[in-house]
């Protein structure tokens, strides 16, 4: 494969492009995160066989799981490259492992401040440059369908990883550092914001048509905090982005910035330059429309256990969600990822419904 061919196949459906930029849409557009996933018996497959960050790493097996979602149900408008948030840290030069039933482990998560000082800023993006190869292969198998959405995690919930040593319901120890380490916390995030806008512009040189921000740690934070320690580098994310596409001569693409627990946010959210904000299920579309404004996609929020449901339950509170958010700038998907056991039908009934509420 020669990854530097950039000569991709013709975007033959638009939808998503269109609507985050505020382009009238035949039909709302709708992607799922965490579509390429565990719920799959396909994936599941692929996941029989090789350990989790190996399909990350393996452009073949990334670009597969990343089509499987596409073959199996017609009305996606997207599709988002397989891999994972946490490949920044590794990049960084920390250990991670995928434990099954438990998530993510760092075997040695940062212990003190003075830590920050080993991680390996110096050639973090060109240790992930597999991840650049899975977005071109996929953009040539892909012929076109659908565009390809390139992603990270966002400072906040990378430190909080980095610290914590995986998920966490309480985020205390991140909590103690914002506390009694204020400045090494923003030393720390000012330097994951610095290699995430080299990783992002990497993906886009790649072939990435939409570049999405999870600030998945949103909900452990007050709005006074989110003001301090999450958006001041969102905002620095999506400026940096803009202004090395432009130094490079790369396209621009559009972004979309999701803080899950957010909603407290939305006013200050909407002035850090994103063309599309996401929202989880505990906002209401409504609402949200009326802070934003009219110059913002907004993207959501069903939620997720919704897909528990019977098909024609999904189909109709699918149908009243559109609704409330309407035809322009609107961008459908669920308030989170879609979870493991979620039947195989309840995506044909989500994405279904979306083409057909309006
Ligand atoms: O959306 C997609 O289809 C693209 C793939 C994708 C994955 N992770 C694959 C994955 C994306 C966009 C992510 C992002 C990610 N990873 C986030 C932000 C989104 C969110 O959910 O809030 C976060 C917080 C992570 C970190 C992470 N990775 C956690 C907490 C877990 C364990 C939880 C879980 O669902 O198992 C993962 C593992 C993970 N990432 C899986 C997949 C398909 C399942 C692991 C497996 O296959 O064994």
């Given amino acids: 494969m020669d990854y530097s061919n950039k000569n991709f196949p013709a975007l033959k459906n638009s939808r998503l492009l ?13 992607w799922v995160m965490r579509q390429a996933g565990r719920y799959l018996p396909e994936f599941q497959a692929v996941r029989a066989k090789h ?35 946490l490949v920044i840290p590794q990049a960084l030069g920390m250990t991670v492992e995928m434990h099954p039933g438990q998530g993510p482990v760092f075997p040695k998560p940062l212990a003190s401040p003075s830590e920050i000082n080993e991680l390996q800023e ?21 012929e076109g369908k659908v565009p390809l959405i390139g992603f990270t995690g966002a400072p906040f919930t990378l430190m909080g990883y980095m610290i914590e040593g995986g998920g966490s319901k309480t985020m ?3 909590k103690e550092w914002l506390d009694k ?14 290699v995430i806008i080299d990783y992002l ?10 570049l999405q921000v999870f600030e998945s740690s949103a909900d452990h934070l007050s709005r006074e905090q989110f003001a301090e320690v999450s ?17 490079k001569s790369l396209e621009q693409v559009p972004m979309t910035v999701f803080a899950k627990g957010g909603g407290h946010s939305l006013d200050i959210q909407a002035t850090m330059g994103y063309e599309t904000i ?18 913002i996609t907004l993207q959501g929020n069903l939620d997720p256990q919704d897909l528990y449901k019977s098909p024609e339950e999904i189909k109709n509170l699918t149908k009243e969600m559109v609704q409330k958010f309407g035809k322009t700038r609107y961008i459908a998907n669920l308030g989170h990822g879609i979870t493991p056991q979620t039947p195989l039908e309840s995506m044909t009934a989500f994405t279904e419904a979306v083409h057909e509420a309006l």
């Avoid at 597999?130 to 953009?139: E, F, K, M, W």
């Avoid at 380490?181 to 610095?194: A, E, I, N, Q």
């Avoid at 512009?201 to 939409?210: I, R, Y």
Wanted: net charge neutral; aromatic share 6%; glycine share 6%.
């Fill in 181 to 194: 380490h204020s400045k090494d916390v923003h030393r720390l995030l000012s330097l994951l914001t610095r």
């Fill in 278 to 295: 996401g929202l989880d299920w505990t906002v209401d579309p409504v609402e949200a429309r009326k802070v934003v404004g009219d110059n």
């Fill in 231 to 247: 958006a001041p580098y969102l905002k620095d994310i999506r400026t940096g982005v803009q202004k090395k596409l432009q130094e």
């Fill in 51 to 85: 350990d989790f960050f190996t399909v990350c790493r393996t452009p073949e097996l990334a670009c597969e799981v990343t089509l499987q979602p596409l073959r199996r149900y017609d009305h996606l408008d997207a599709s988002i490259i397989f891999s994972d948030i």
């Fill in 18 to 30: 269109d609507a985050a930029n505020g382009k009238d849409v035949d039909k709302v557009p709708v």
């Fill in 172 to 174: 205390s120890k991140t």
């Fill in 122 to 142: 110096e050639g973090a993006v060109s240790r992930l440059l597999y991840v650049g190869q899975a977005i071109t292969l996929t953009r040539h198998k892909i």
């Fill in 201 to 210: 512009v990497m993906q886009v040189d790649s072939g990435a048509q939409l």
